[in-house]
């Protein structure tokens, strides 16, 4: 970057004509070939992107990803409450997805236009969600920021500085006044807020509440001891038992020799990674490694993707736009961001079939931190392998240094066998002194093929 600097400067004859010539090949880069060089995980423009991070604050745009709604992640459990009561839908992501589209916009609003949450107990979250007013409650199974829900839902105009905050549960509702309010857990602290919000949802919501009928759908604090030993906000449809679907588990990308590769899948799944197919490569006895300098990408018979660094000065995988001391939201968004593209999520060919991906949380590692992403069938988080997760992306500064991928593509068959009513299955988990925990459908995939189905788990 510093010889194209000094040629800048040589052809100008000042300062600010040197920098009005950055900042066109600037915007030249970011319009037409930022997602050439994303692409490939190398683009030219890096030094470039780092000189305009340090002199401003990073937005959704600028950080790698696709702040769009379609890229956002979708709750997998939605109550509506009202005067006449509460609708809940949970496991039918179909029905889920047609009611929370209608509620985007207004979602996308009450975020951008909260104000500082001020802290509040649990009682009076619980309130919030018995007062019989018109509201929605939304559940994301896993740990997002609320900086990332906001710029994927307004399309990346912003993240809401005052919102830095990561949740799993929040609730748009009224209070006594008809004031709209954002109440929210964190995840991190386990803390409850509430953020006053945009005046005009008030009507916005009420409206929204009059087309859904009441279910009868409760939650485990508002069921009475039948179900005290469960976590408060374990939803309960109360009807009969579930019957969630039975769905084929293969692994997407096989290892097939034939003549000098293994075959189309595994081709276009080392490209993605900007590794070449044709690069030195050895077959194990359950997988195969290729190598490329000091770099190793290994690719098991199970669909299990390793890589880790090797030179950290000269990273394969930069992520552009960070900022020198990235927040939550930067490191989830770009690692989300990763994640769906190589996972080719949202495509007709996508890896993940009929799963969806959905962000579990971020931890800390001895040189940055991971970002943990699953997979969720029609709602039932899916336990996969031995870790448990679809993804984990691991970041150091500024750059992914590493990552495990278990690729696995799902496919729905029919409907699965029946599982035990809510009222039978919290008597089995009290009966395992589980009390406190929450009771949800699960999957589990020990990779070994064939199907999987459903069941009760404790929480």
Known sequence: MGSKKRRLIEWGKNALIA???LSALYLLGR???YEEGAASGRSWLSGL??????QESPTPSQVLGNWSQGSAQRPVRMVVLSPQGSAGIQYDNAALDSLFLEFTNPLADALIGA????QISQEDFQAALSAQRPGVYLDFLGQIPLANLTAWLSGGRTVNSALTQS???LLLTLDDSGNALLYFIDENTGNYYAAETTRDLAARLARFVEGVSPNGAAFAFQSGDAYAALAPYTLLEGAEAPQPGRYAAANPVPITESGDGYGEAFASLVESLTFQPQSMSYRSRDGVTIQEGSERLRIS????????AADLTDPRFPIQGLSQDPTEWELVGSAWSFVEEVFQVGAASSLCGDARLYIQGLEETETGVAVCIGYQLDGAAVLVGEEGSAARIEITDGAITGFQLQLRQYTYL???PQVLPELQA???LEAQSAQGSELLLYYYDDLRGGEVTADWGAF
């Open 19 to 21: 920098l009005l010539a």
């Open 31 to 33: 319009t037409q070939l």
């Open 49 to 54: 992107t780092q000189v305009f991070a340090e």
């Open 115 to 118: 104000g500082s949450p001020r």
């Open 167 to 169: 949740v799993r549960r």
């Open 301 to 308: 018979d199970t669909g299990q993707v390793t890589y880790e």
């Open 414 to 416: 029919d409907e699965g």
């Open 426 to 428: 919290t008597a089995a």
